[in-house]
């Protein structure tokens, strides 16, 4: 399949249009997989994509409290969330529990922190690294991180992520424990 797109990308003359993606034709393409995409491919497809805050319209929606994830689109291979955020929303620390991921920030500013896991030392930070709109960061299998709108923002933030397969029950970790809880997303305000 790559290969396919990557002959008719070196066309003359039609690369500039073929490397982009619009939403809909990212959502079908997500839609026709039948094997988990490779967490490359999620980060290509992502860079490729041109989303307007019009695509989005539907899925964006915030509430106080806590970030509210909206789907997109979900098959067994893969799914496609749009997590709207206010200043100081932020994930529990968790892994993907076998899924890989990839995040491209739309509006705002995304930090995510990373984490390294010990059993013998537990949970520790190892790093920090920002996003802004129009960037993309990518979760491979195990990686530890937590994603949030910093306080500090002053803004909104609207996020895409693309995770393969879709997610299930995640691990979630505390800094400084090596204890390792569950955490089931709550599906129950999904809006599509
Ligand atoms: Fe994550």
Known sequence: ???HL?????ISG????????????LIERLESQSAPPTLEQLNAWLAQAEISREDL?????FKEGNYWRHRVCRN???EMLVLCWRPGHK???HDHNGSHGAVKVSEGVLW?????YDQDQGLGY???RECQAGEITGADVPDIHQLGNPEVSGQDLITIHIYAPPLGVLNTYKVGSSVIDLYTPDDSELLA
């Not at 039609?14 to 034709?25: C, G, I, K, P, V």
């Not at 319209?57 to 929606?61: C, M, P, Q, V």
Request: glycine share 2%; charged share 25%; no cysteine.
């Open 91 to 93: 994930t529990p620390i």
């Open 112 to 116: 995510e922190t990373i984490f390294t």
């Open 6 to 10: 990557e002959a008719e990308e070196n």
């Open 14 to 25: 039609t690369q500039r249009r073929n490397a982009t993606l619009s939403f809909r034709e």
């Open 76 to 78: 067994r291979f893969v």
């Open 126 to 128: 190892r790093s920090v």
């Open 1 to 3: 399949m790559s290969t």
């Open 57 to 61: 319209s539907s899925y964006i929606g």
